[in-house]
């Protein structure tokens, strides 16, 4: 990927994180596994 278009979405990223909270976006392909409290 183009190194501006990496800046921009990281920053992009990076705001979304700050105004919404962590792991708010997630990427495709990404492994991790979230604990979900069930009833």
């Known amino acids: 990927m183009d190194d501006n278009k990496s800046k921009a979405l990281n920053a992009a990223l990076s705001q ?3 105004q919404f909270g962590k792991n708010t ?3 495709l ?4 596994v979230q604990a979900v409290e069930a009833v």
């Open 29 to 32: 392909g990404d492994n991790t």
């Open 25 to 27: 976006v997630m990427r």
């Open 16 to 18: 979304i994180e700050k």
